[in-house]
């Protein structure tokens, strides 16, 4: 997800021996279900979805990255966290796609874990997917990357080059003004609408955090509506707050590689 990628797809949900079996699918940043509809669905039993058959050897640092994601004890019981389907798959699996661009910084990728935080019908409230790269410099390019997609992004429809729909984007004023900046930590924040070919928008904000070689994306999905607590944060800013601390708090044996 690094990219502000949009969900649309669907969540299958099972009870198992008292455990909730969790897939998210995430279908770039477009959305396919009308505005007032989840685009999870309602909760259902659990289903197998195909995997990817291509893995890179593991990033020795890959563990670190479930201390930064979203997690259960940060929404209490009025969300669900849920892992995604090939969440840690490299290969196969864009993370940047905001505007539909680009992203050549995609195959420096070394490790990946999304997770989304959404309710008992399905709607998504939050999710955050934290990347690490081969080195400082590719998550510094990542970084650069997602800047000049979004200076440069045509307010005309861009077709997508990983096969999501064709979507326009049109970006607001950066939403991070007078936000408090983390030591440490560099931060790229976009509100921005995106328009199907239906003609169907969708109003989302996405932050991204790199220190390092570490990149995460914070993407917001009802930006205009009040904000579950997360970490005891119920603004965006404090929310953004609490990922940034747990990045700073990384070891130099993990950011440098």
């Known amino acids: 997800m690094f990219t502000g990628r949009r969900l649309a797809g669907v969540i299958a949900l099972g009870l198992v021996v008292g ?6 699918v995430f279908r770039g ?37 479930d201390g930064l994601v979203v997690q259960q004890a940060d929404v209490g019981s009025a969300l669900n966290v849920l892992p995604l389907p090939r969440g840690n798959q490299v290969a196969g699996e864009p993370t940047l796609d905001l505007c539909n661009g680009r992203f050549p910084s995609e195959s420096l990728r070394t490790a990946r874990l999304p997770v989304a935080a959404v309710d008992d ?25 997602v ?15 990983v096969g999501e729909p064709t979507l326009s984007t049109s970006f607001n004023p950066a939403p991070d003004k007078g936000w408090a900046q983390t030591p440490g930590v560099d931060r790229l924040a976009f509100d921005f609408t995106t328009t199907d070919q239906a003609g169907q928008s969708t ?8 220190r390092g070689r570490v990149l995460m ?12 607590a997360v970490a005891g944060q119920t ?23």
């Open 217 to 228: 994306g914070v993407y917001f999905w009802q930006p205009d509506a009040p904000q579950a």
């Open 29 to 65: 940043r477009s959305k396919s279900a009308a505005p007032d509809a989840s685009p999870f669905g309602p909760l259902t039993s659990a289903s197998r979805l195909p995997r990817s058959t291509t893995t890179l050897p593991r990033d020795p640092s890959a563990a670190a990255l």
């Open 19 to 24: 455990f909730l079996i969790a897939f998210v």
């Open 203 to 210: 109003h989302d904000v996405v932050v991204y955090l790199r």
């Open 235 to 257: 603004d965006m800013a404090g929310i953004v707050a609490v990922f940034a601390s747990r990045m700073a708090a990384l070891p130099a044996s993990v950011v440098n590689g």
């Open 147 to 161: 800047q000049s997609v979004a200076t440069n992004c045509p307010r005309a429809p861009v077709p997508s080059p």
């Open 121 to 145: 019908q399905g709607n998504p409230a939050l999710s955050t997917e934290a990347v690490l790269y081969a080195k400082p410099e590719t998550a510094a390019q990542a970084m650069s990357e």
